[in-house]
């Protein structure tokens, strides 16, 4: 059961314009969700977060946006930047799950100079 | 401040033999988290330790156990290893034992490779 999808394997965009990662979730109990990136030989990183109270949230470059009724949230990424290059993770968790969070399969981006 | 700090980096291993995989928290850090990537995948939640007591487990097998010691590191250990538990290993700190409020932070992970 496949709670967290990420249905881009691969998305390619040049440098200067806008990245949108995709993500669809099945849970309604979801409390938040939040977005990490992956570099090779590194362990993911943390990017931005977004409550389920919440359809928007703001980070420099980078902006998370939640349609709970579509079960849907996407991260915005502007300028896109070579240096984004990375594998991309939505990820789900609950407040009374602890530090479980569910990860979706992920998303490769890649920002072409 | 030194981050997650995971050993060993690398390691090989054949079918039915044991691997212990090490884990630091960031200092302060309370709570260990253990994940599992396999490749092309996400990672895949196995345990959580809080104060050194399990918060929770993923659907894992009992071949697969954890613990942490007192000042807050954490061990796992996967007995009689598979093919199929070639993957890389994550293990990610916070300071409470809530993902909420406090983000998780990973470490570069272990590579296991079962032959």
């Known amino acids: 059961d496949q709670q967290v999808k990420q249905n881009s394997p691969s998305l390619s965009v040049q440098e200067g314009r806008i990245s949108i990662l995709n993500c669809d979730y099945t849970n309604s109990m979801f409390d938040y969700f939040l977005w990490y990136k992956k570099y090779p030989a590194e362990g993911p990183t943390f990017l931005i977060s977004?409550?389920?109270?919440?359809d928007k949230n703001e980070d420099g470059r980078f902006t998370v946006f939640l349609n709970k009724s579509a079960k849907h949230l996407s991260l915005h990424i502007v300028p896109s930047q070579p240096g984004d290059s990375a594998v991309y993770f939505c990820a789900a968790g609950g407040e009374t799950s602890g530090s479980r969070l569910t990860f979706g399969e992920g998303t490769q981006l890649t920002v072409n100079p | 401040d030194a981050g997650v700090t995971q050993s060993p980096t690398h390691l090989i291993k054949t079918r039915g033999q044991h691997v212990t995989l090490r884990c630091s928290p960031i200092?302060?850090?309370?709570?260990v988290s253990w994940y599992q990537q396999v490749l092309g995948q996400g990672p895949q939640f196995i345990f959580q330790y809080y104060e050194k007591e399990e918060r929770g487990r993923g659907n894992f097998p009992d071949r697969f156990s954890a613990r942490q010691f007192p000042n807050y590191s954490s061990e796992l250990n996967v007995n009689a290893l598979l093919l199929g538990d070639s993957a890389l290993y994550l293990c990610?700190?916070?300071?409470?034992?809530?993902?909420?409020?406090?983000?998780?932070?990973f470490g570069a992970g272990s590579r296991l490779t079962v032959l």
């Open positions: 977004i409550s389920s109270i919440k």
């Open positions: 990610a700190s916070s300071h409470s034992d809530s993902a909420g409020a406090n983000v998780l932070t």
């Open positions: 200092s302060g850090h309370k709570s």
